[in-house]
Each structure stands twice: as structure tokens, then as C-alpha cells.
């Protein structure tokens, strides 16, 4: 699987995983990846082998999505998991700085902030997306997102008391406030409260 990856930087990333105990998670041929695709790995408990995983399901995504896909969007939740992880971190640094020129949209969702700037390809992410969606932080965070994001005090200040659904939208040097309403049929799929009946 390595071997075949055409990106030389790429390879470099995975070359831990071409010797045991690594190379016997994987055996076969990796599926050619159509279509839209969710991977959840909340059932796996151990931090190496989701860190294996993650990146090798990376990889494979990330060398299809930059030769063989014309538009695509690769989708991040909770990217601060994943700052343990230098090799990860770089593959999604890269896709995110190289795919644009490839029609790919990265799409990064995290709720600390502070953790993914602590990594220098974590807060690469973060500085160069072109829009970003700020909903309310803890005071804890405001100097964090002052210094990647640019705010002056008073977008702070709006940001640390939002209420839900609302937030800062920042695109193409515009800041707006905006507010986000799901429909009756998204908040039944996606919220993630219980109702209580």
C-alpha cells in the first residue's frame, strides 16, 4: 500500500507502518473508494491503532482525491483528536494547502481550538481557510482565535456570548454574523440533544 502511494512527501508520513506490528493491520487490497464515504471509529478504543487507521485511511482517500476525483470534499469532525498524530496532521495540512488546485474542499470541524493551533500543521489548517465558521468559545479561548483568526475585541466579545446557532461567518475578508436554523427533518437526523418527552 505505501509503496504504491505516487507522493513522495506522502510516503515519507507511513513509513512506520511498513514493519510490524503495523504492517500486519492491513492485508489485502485497499477498495477503490467511490461515492461518499463515512468513516466512525468510535468502537476502536486503542489510540495507536486509530492513529494507524486514520492515516492510512487518509492516505488512500488523499491520493484519490488529488489524481482521480475532479470535485470532492474531504470532511474533519473533531480534528483536535487527531493532534497526537503528527503523520495525520501533516496529510491533512497537505490535502488542505494542495487541494484546491485539485477541485477538493476541506471541511474541518473542531470544538478546541487551542489544541489544534498547538500543532504547527493544525494551525496551518485553521490560517488558511478561505471560510470559517466561529460559533461561541470559552474566554479560555479568545486569545487563540484573536491570533489566528484576526478578531478585534468586539467580534470576541460577540463570539463569547452567542447564543446557540449563532455565529461568525468569515469569508473573503468579510465578517458577518449569521444565524443557523436547522429544519424540523435535520434536527431529527443530526442533533446530537435527546428530547425529552
Known sequence: FVDKIKDARLRQYLVGATSPPDVYVYEGKMPNITGS???????????TLKALISSLLSAQ???????????????????????????????????SKR?????????????RVEDVVKTEAGRSVLEQASTSLIFRHEPESLN????????NPSILEFISKAPVGVCLFK?????????????????????TTPVRG
Do not use: H
Open 37 to 47: 464515504v463515512a468513516f466512525g471509529m468510535r468502537d476502536i478504543r486503542s489510540k
Open 61 to 95: 482517500i488523499y491520493s484519490q482525491l488529488l489524481t482521480k476525483v475532479k470535485k470532492s470534499l474531504f470532511f474533519i469532525d473533531e480534528m483536535w483528536l487527531f493532534t497526537e498524530i503528527p503523520s495525520l496532521m501533516n496529510l491533512i495540512n497537505n490535502l
Open 99 to 111: 487541494g484546491r488546485k485539485y477541485g477538493n474542499c476541506t471541511l474541518v470541524i473542531t470544538q
Open 144 to 151: 487563540v482565535l484573536k491570533d489566528v483568526f484576526k478578531l
Open 171 to 191: 469569508t473573503a475578508g468579510q465578517k458577518l454574523k449569521l444565524r443557523v436554523k436547522p429544519t424540523e427533518e435535520e434536527l431529527e437526523m443530526f442533533s
